[in-house]
T-cell receptor, first 113, second 115 residues
Framework: QQQVKQSPQSLIVQKGGISIINCAYE??????FPWYQQFPGKGPALLIA?????SEKKEGRFTISFNKSAKQFSLHIMDSQPGDSATYFC????????????FGSGTRLQVQP | SQTIHQWPATLVQPVGSPLSLECTVE??????LYWYRQAAGRGLQLLFY??????ISSEVPQNLSASRPQDRQFILSSKKLLLSDSGFYLC??????????????FGQGTRLTVV
């Protein structure tokens, strides 16, 4: 199964709050889990990524939490800012063989000032 | 540095007309190349991927086809467009081979509206 399930579909957060987006996968062959940020009319851009050998990765205000046994991973945006308003996609792929990313359905985040 | 070019940015085509979208990558060799489609308010669906010249894998049976005539050129085509072909088409590339990050770099996309 190649599916990656993402929730919520949309999220409204006040400025300074924490935004949390969750994803779950089924294919245990996946070993690379990136998050992409997409602004309207633009292509997605890599935000942060994690591998199964660590349970958490932090880059600035963005943190990925990874639970291998539950096959779940999540994105936390601390101190959310209006400039973070965008659509966020989780994805998964394998490092060998078929490397194409399988994407979640996306979360539209709106940070209110 | 590597760059990816995708054109046109927007396109309005009548039903039954042909389609040709082009994507080129600069600054890298032997990339994996991908075509994704994003329907309004939905995620990205992989349409085609290629690991080399003339090597195309289709993910979803449909009205579209892809070709890779040169190492860094990827073309998405259709002989006769359908209304359901409307969407945001994205080209992407990634490093081929080895073990490491498989980050995909996306182009700016083509907004296709079939009328």
């Amino acid at each position: 199964q190649q599916q990656v399930k993402q929730s919520p579909q949309s999220l409204i957060v006040q400025k300074g709050g924490i935004s949390i987006i969750n994803c779950a996968y089924e294919n245990t062959a996946f070993d690379y889990f990136p998050w992409y940020q997409q602004f309207p009319g633009k292509g997605p851009a890599l935000l942060i990524a994690i591998r199964p050998d660590v349970s958490e990765k932090k880059e600035g205000r963005f943190t990925i939490s990874f639970n291998k046994s539950a096959k779940q991973f999540s994105l936390h945006i601390m101190d959310s800012q209006p400039g973070d308003s965008a659509t966020y996609f989780c994805a998964a792929s394998r490092d060998t063989g078929r490397r194409a990313l399988t994407f979640g359905s996306g979360t539209r985040l709106q940070v209110q000032p | 540095s590597q760059t990816i070019h995708q054109w046109p940015a927007t396109l309005v085509q009548p039903v039954g007309s042909p389609l040709s979208l082009e994507c080129t990558v600069e600054g890298t060799s032997n990339p994996n190349l991908y075509w994704y489609r994003q329907a309004a308010g939905r995620g990205l669906q992989l349409l085609f991927y290629s690991v080399g010249i003339g090597q195309i894998s289709s993910e979803v049976p449909q009205n579209l086809s892809a070709s890779r005539p040169q190492d860094r050129q990827f073309i998405l085509s259709s002989k006769k467009l359908l209304l359901s072909d409307s969407g945001f088409y994205l080209c992407a590339w990634s490093v081929r081979g080895g073990v490491g990050d498989t980050e995909a770099f996306f182009g700016q996309g083509t907004r296709l509206t079939v009328v």
